[in-house]
């Protein structure tokens, strides 16, 4: 399973690192992803990480400002998404998902629970 860090409220403008711990399987051998959804809206791919080599793919909307990584200083074994110079349109429920065999934004098999994300104006 994916154990996914909170959420939080920032400023327009700020940042926010979103992470995801997997447990009973190592990610390596997975593509990786972030999602956020807003309410009434679909499901939108945020950020993807292949495992194959490592190539990355971004959201036309968040190029530039969010990084997508494996691994960091508490856990070699995570998904983390860094988000700066976040816009109130950034506001939306993040979730973080892993895939043996997924193609960017489809096939995944494993989901973290989700967490808010609130950009304030």
């Known amino acids: 399973r994916l154990v996914q860090s909170t959420g939080g409220l920032v400023q327009n403008g700020g940042s926010l690192t979103l992470s995801c711990v997997a447990s009973?399987?190592?990610?390596?051998?997975?593509?990786v992803a972030w999602f956020r959804q807003v309410p009434g809206k679909e499901r939108q791919g945020v950020a993807y990480?292949?495992?194959?080599?490592?190539?990355?793919?971004?959201a036309d909307s968040v190029k530039g400002r969010f990084t997508i990584f494996r691994g960091n200083a508490q856990n070699t074994n995570s998904i983390n998404l860094q988000m700066t110079d976040l816009k109130p349109e950034d506001t939306a429920y993040y979730y973080c998902?892993?895939?043996?065999?997924?193609?960017?934004?489809?096939?995944?098999?494993?989901w973290g629970p989700g967490a808010q994300v609130t950009v304030s104006s």
């Open positions: 998902a892993a895939g043996l065999r997924a193609s960017i934004w489809d096939g995944y098999d494993y």
């Open positions: 009973g399987f190592r990610l390596d051998y997975y593509a």
């Open positions: 990480i292949s495992s194959l080599d490592g190539s990355s793919n971004y």
